[in-house]
């Protein structure tokens, strides 16, 4: 009984270690630092990429906010490729790509290739030294492009994270409780910033890299970010983040629609681990201990969960103690249905709601981890609706 004991605190100390221990572990180590980048004061040229599927809702508004940018107009030059797009997207774009003062290339694809294959093509025709990687429904502020460069002033630095602020936020869904968890992981990957440099992937939605390190994603992978994030920390360089680089999101607010895309990441979180594996050696670095406590842990974290689970189980027939935490488990995981059930009623209480934001996570992790075992052969994916 020993051993399954200390496999069940083994499996509760994991858990506790990504989403509490190491969060609060390098807050305290950056009491009193922080990241300061000078300017740039060259304005190098940069290209900023976008993929675009089905965008006819919100492509204007983010050329516009490209477009009323404070960085110099003749500095920047912008592709755009639709991925076989059926709505207006297309004309939409196309009336922008006379510009007078800013190069904007358009390419229309026939065929549905996913993203991460439509951008390897894009990055070819690009002429700036910086590449800024973003999505159609997340939008700058004038002085975005400007602190998304600055930090590329550090030669060592070779990605620039962007600092994601949510809108349109309901009680009645899981945007509350995804804007949460979204804040925290900006924030812990601000603090790896200052550490190590060694940031654990970007926000997928905008963020800046040297042209020159770009590494291809191969046309299968499912979280083009964090490969190309990796690719950047393999060869030596710094990954960070610019609390001052300021977009805006529309964040997710229906749970069903969220949980897939939740599934398809954690399907290409595994792929990336399977990738990215040596980085754990030697053990020592920043770098290792970062991945390990980040991702790696919490991306198992339900297998530990349900060992923890089946490890309490059997040991109440041998402990009060171990009876308790099993009849506190299972009352957690009964909390969900309570909420659904509360929600149906037009009740939402945000405790309940954080609690299935969390198990719905972790249980779109463990399916995301069986589609990974069974192979994934196309990066092709439906989109997260707009503006919920």
Request: hydrophobic fraction near 45%.
């Amino acid at each position: 009984m020993i051993v399954l004991q200390i496999i069940f605190w083994i499996s509760v100390f994991v858990v506790l270690h990504s989403y509490v221990i190491y969060p609060l572990l390098i807050k305290l180590l950056c009491i009193n630092k922080k990241l300061q980048f000078p300017d740039n004061a060259d304005n190098p040229h940069i290209s900023i990429i976008m993929s675009l599927y089905n965008e006819e809702a919100v492509i204007e508004q983010k050329l516009l906010s490209i477009l009323n940018s404070d960085y110099p107009k003749d500095k920047i030059q912008i592709i755009v490729g639709s991925d076989n797009s059926t709505d207006k997207t297309n004309e939409i774009v196309e009336k922008y790509t006379n510009n007078k003062e800013t190069e904007i290339i358009f390419i229309p694809f026939n065929q549905r290739q996913g993203k991460s294959n439509v951008i390897n093509q894009l990055i070819e025709k690009a002429k700036g030294e910086i590449l800024i990687l973003t999505d159609a429904n997340v939008f700058f502020a004038p002085d975005t492009i400007s602190e998304l460069v600055k930090p590329f002033s550090d030669k060592k630095i070779g990605l620039v994270d962007s600092n994601m602020k949510n809108t349109g936020l309901k009680k009645e869904g899981i945007s509350i409780q995804e804007k949460t968890y979204i804040s925290q992981e900006v924030k812990i990957k601000h603090y790896e910033s200052i550490l190590w440099g060694t940031m654990m992937g970007p926000f997928g939605g905008c963020f800046a890299i040297r042209k020159k390190l770009y590494s291809p994603v191969p046309s299968n992978f499912l979280v083009d970010d964090f490969y190309i994030c990796m690719k950047i920390l393999k060869k030596s360089y710094k990954a960070v983040n610019n609390l001052d680089a300021v977009v805006y999101e529309d964040v997710s607010n229906n749970l069903a629609d969220e949980f897939r895309r939740k599934i398809r990441i954690a399907t290409g979180d595994f792929q990336n681990l399977k990738e990215f594996i040596g980085l754990l050696i030697p053990p020592t670095t920043g770098l290792a201990f970062s991945f390990i406590s980040h991702k790696i842990f919490r991306w198992l974290g339900p297998v530990f969960m349900i060992t923890a689970l089946i490890m309490s189980f059997i040991l109440t027939f041998e402990s009060k103690l171990y009876l308790l935490l099993f009849a506190i488990y299972c009352f957690v995981l009964f909390l969900p249905v309570i909420d659904y059930f509360l929600k149906k009623i037009k009740i939402h209480n945000v405790f309940l709601r954080f609690i299935t934001h969390f198990l719905s996570m972790n249980l779109a992790l463990l399916i995301g981890m069986f589609k990974f075992f069974k192979g994934v052969k196309s990066n092709v994916w439906k989109p997260t609706k707009r503006n919920q």
